[in-house]
């Protein structure tokens, strides 16, 4: 079950990111893949974004997202990094090596520095996270 202080998060980060706020505001159909091993934060993503006019696919791991990036153009992707089944930091990787690569956003309850200063270096931005308590 997904606490209610994550949940918030997850809807806050995901529905006011200057960048995808920004592509939401465009008439043209713009295409999310949202990936996370929790249900119901797949679930609250994919909420967010279809209220910004996204079309959304999900997928409960690294795995099964990078089957989909091979079948699919995807202009957001947004993903935990600790997942079964496909870390998200391969997928992360994976998705910044491309030379057309979505706007990728990292969503995760626990922020490991060494993952972070990685995924800085190679030109992800900003990450961000919290310890569950």
Same mark, same amino acid.
């Given at each position: 079950?997904?606490?209610?202080?994550?949940?918030?998060?997850?809807?806050?980060?995901? $529905?006011?990111?200057?960048?995808?706020?920004?592509? $939401?505001?465009?008439?043209?159909?713009?295409?999310?893949? &949202?990936?996370?091993?929790?249900?119901?934060?797949?679930?609250?993503?994919?909420?967010?974004?279809?209220? !910004?006019?996204?079309?959304?696919?999900?997928?409960?791991?690294?795995?099964?997202?990078?089957?989909?990036?091979?079948?699919? !153009?995807?202009?957001?992707?947004?993903?935990?990094?600790?997942?079964?089944? @496909? !870390?998200? !930091?391969?997928?992360?990787?994976? &998705?910044? $090596?491309?030379?057309?690569?979505?706007?990728?956003?990292?969503?995760? @309850?626990?922020? #490991?520095?060494?993952?972070? #200063?990685?995924?800085?270096?190679?030109? &992800? @931005?900003?990450?961000?996270?919290? #310890?569950? @308590?």
């Amino acid at each position: 079950m997904v606490e209610s202080y994550e949940a918030a998060q997850c809807l806050n980060v995901v $529905s006011s990111a200057p960048s995808i706020v920004a592509m $939401s505001m465009h008439h043209a159909t713009y295409r999310a893949l &949202i990936v996370d091993d929790e249900d119901g934060i797949r679930s609250l993503g994919k909420l967010a974004l279809s209220r !910004h006019g996204f079309v959304c696919d999900c997928a409960p791991s690294g795995q099964e997202a990078m089957a989909y990036l091979g079948a699919s !153009h995807y202009d957001l992707v947004v993903t935990d990094l600790r997942m079964a089944n @496909g !870390h998200g !930091h391969a997928l992360c990787t994976h &998705i910044l $090596s491309r030379t057309e690569r979505p706007v990728l956003v990292v969503l995760t @309850g626990v922020l #490991e520095q060494r993952l972070a #200063e990685d995924l800085k270096a190679r030109e &992800i @931005g900003r990450a961000s996270g919290r #310890e569950r @308590g």
